[in-house]
Nanobody, 121 residues
Framework: VQLQASGGGLAQAGDSLRLSCVASDRTFSSYGMGWFRQAPGKEREFVAV????????NYSDSVKGRFTISRDNAKNTVYLQMNSLKPEDTAVYYC???????????????WGQGTLVTVSS
């Protein structure tokens, strides 16, 4: 499965952005999909994950209540709606596909190329 992330850009604190991740084929609907981020000099960290059905979601404490993950299996796409952005959300955001609902990056089978989100204060 090839994943293509998009939607990053420059935002101000308090703004919203929506990231998208499109998969290359319909096996997408069998995978749990996650969003991770990596800031300069830091390790890749978990942001959000959604089950193949969309029923189960999980978020990191740092984004809970501000970010929402969703998916449209008919469009082979997973989204990350990011509201009330903060400067500390600045990072490259990656989407990934895993078997099941996973929060650790080494359990992910496929990765997108990343999209940069920069939040200014």
């Amino acid at each position: 499965v090839q994943l293509q992330a998009s939607g990053g850009g420059l935002a101000q604190a308090g703004d919203s952005l929506r990231l998208s991740c499109v998969a290359s084929d319909r096996t997408f609907s069998s995978y749990g999909m996650g969003w991770f981020r990596q800031a300069p000099g830091k390790e890749r960290e978990f942001v959000a994950v959604i089950s193949w059905s969309g029923i189960v979601t999980n978020y990191s404490d740092s984004v809970k209540g501000r970010f929402t993950i969703s998916r449209d299996n008919a469009k082979n796409t997973v989204y990350l709606q990011m509201n009330s952005l903060k400067p500390e959300d600045t990072a490259v955001y990656y989407c990934g596909a895993s078997v099941g609902v996973r929060t650790t990056p080494n359990l992910y089978k496929y990765w997108g190329q990343g999209t940069l989100v920069t939040v200014s204060s």
